[in-house]
C-alpha cells in the first residue's frame, strides 16, 4: 500500500513530525510513503520511514544522521585544530593533541576512523559559547527511531558505528548493559591518558 504525503507548509512539517512516532509503527507495516514536492527535505525521513527492516532502518537513519550533521558543520571548523590542538586546548595552552578524541580508539591522524552521531553532535561550552551548534533537537530524522534509542545515540560517544547500531538494536536493558561494559574497558585507558598529559 501506498500513501502520499502533502507537505505544503510549516503546519504540515509540524503535522508530518509529530505523526512520526506513528508512522514507524507496526500499523504502517507495510506502508510506502512517498511524496510529490519536498519543499522541506523530508526525504532522508522517507527513506528509513520505507525501510521496515529494524536493523537496515537503524543503519539508514544512523547514516542520514551523520550526513545532516556532515553537511552543516562541513564550512564551519569551529574547533579550528592547528597542529593537531583545538581551540579550546590552545587558548589553556594545554598540550593536549587531537582535542575531544584523544583518547579514543577510533581516532586518526586523519581524523575520526568511524561516524559517531553523538561525537558529531557534541561542542564543549568553550565553541557553544561561540557559535550556534545544532542538538538532537534539530537532527529530524532521529524521530524515526523511539525517545530510548535517539537518548542513546545522543551519548554513545566513543563507539564504532556498529557497536551505536547494535545498540539501538538491542532491548534497553541489553543495550545499557553493551554500553556499561564497553565505558569499563575503555576507563583504563581514559585514565592512563589523563595521567601521561599531567606529567
Ligand atoms: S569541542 Fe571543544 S574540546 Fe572538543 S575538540 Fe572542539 S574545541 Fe576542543
Ligand atoms: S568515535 Fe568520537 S571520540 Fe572517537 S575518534 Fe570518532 S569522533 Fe572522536
Given at each position: 500500500?501506498?500513501?502520499?504525503?502533502?507537505?505544503?507548509?510549516?503546519?504540515?512539517?509540524?503535522?508530518?513530525?509529530?505523526?512520526?512516532?506513528?508512522?514507524?509503527?507496526?500499523?504502517?507495516?507495510?506502508?510506502?510513503?512517498?511524496?510529490?514536492?519536498?519543499?522541506?527535505?523530508?526525504?532522508?525521513?522517507?527513506?528509513?520511514?520505507?525501510?521496515?527492516?529494524?536493523?537496515?532502518?537503524?543503519?539508514?537513519?544512523?547514516?542520514?544522521?551523520?550526513?545532516?550533521?556532515?553537511?552543516?558543520?562541513?564550512?564551519?571548523?569551529?574547533?579550528?585544530?592547528?597542529?593537531?590542538?583545538?581551540?579550546?586546548?590552545?587558548?589553556?595552552?594545554?598540550?593536549?593533541?587531537?582535542?575531544?578524541?584523544?583518547?579514543?580508539?577510533?581516532?586518526?591522524?586523519?581524523?575520526?576512523?568511524?561516524?559517531?552521531?553523538?561525537?558529531?553532535?557534541?561542542?564543549?561550552?568553550?565553541?557553544?559559547?561561540?557559535?550556534?551548534?545544532?542538538?538532537?533537537?534539530?537532527?529530524?530524522?532521529?524521530?524515526?527511531l523511539s525517545l530510548f534509542q535517539r537518548m542513546t545515540i545522543g551519548?554513545?560517544?566513543?563507539?564504532?558505528?556498529?557497536?551505536?547500531?547494535?545498540?539501538?538494536?538491542?532491548?534497553?536493558?541489553?543495550?545499557?548493559?553493551?554500553?556499561?561494559?564497553?565505558?569499563?574497558?575503555?576507563?583504563?585507558?581514559?585514565?592512563?591518558?589523563?595521567?601521561?598529559?599531567?606529567?
Amino acid at each position: 500500500m501506498k500513501k502520499k504525503l502533502i507537505i505544503n507548509d510549516e503546519k504540515d512539517l509540524n503535522r508530518f513530525y509529530n505523526r512520526l512516532w506513528l508512522y514507524r509503527s507496526f500499523i504502517y507495516r507495510f506502508v510506502y510513503f512517498y511524496i510529490d514536492e519536498d519543499k522541506y527535505n523530508v526525504t532522508p525521513i522517507l527513506k528509513a520511514l520505507n525501510i521496515k527492516y529494524r536493523n537496515s532502518r537503524i543503519k539508514c537513519v544512523i547514516n542520514e544522521a551523520c550526513i545532516y550533521l556532515d553537511n552543516y558543520y562541513k564550512d564551519k571548523n569551529y574547533c579550528d585544530f592547528k597542529c593537531y590542538k583545538c581551540a579550546l586546548h590552545r587558548s589553556k595552552k594545554y598540550n593536549y593533541k587531537n582535542g575531544c578524541c584523544r583518547a579514543c580508539d577510533y581516532q586518526s591522524s586523519g581524523g575520526c576512523l568511524t561516524s559517531n552521531v553523538a561525537c558529531k553532535l557534541f561542542y564543549c561550552k568553550y565553541i557553544t559559547d561561540k557559535y550556534d551548534t545544532l542538538t538532537i533537537k534539530d537532527i529530524k530524522v532521529l524521530y524515526v527511531l523511539s525517545l530510548f534509542q535517539r537518548m542513546t545515540i545522543g551519548s554513545d560517544y566513543f563507539a564504532s558505528v556498529d557497536d551505536v547500531a547494535m545498540d539501538l538494536y538491542c532491548w534497553p536493558l541489553a543495550s545499557t548493559f553493551r554500553i556499561s561494559m564497553r565505558m569499563l574497558k575503555i576507563y583504563p585507558r581514559f585514565r592512563k591518558v589523563i595521567k601521561n598529559e599531567k606529567l
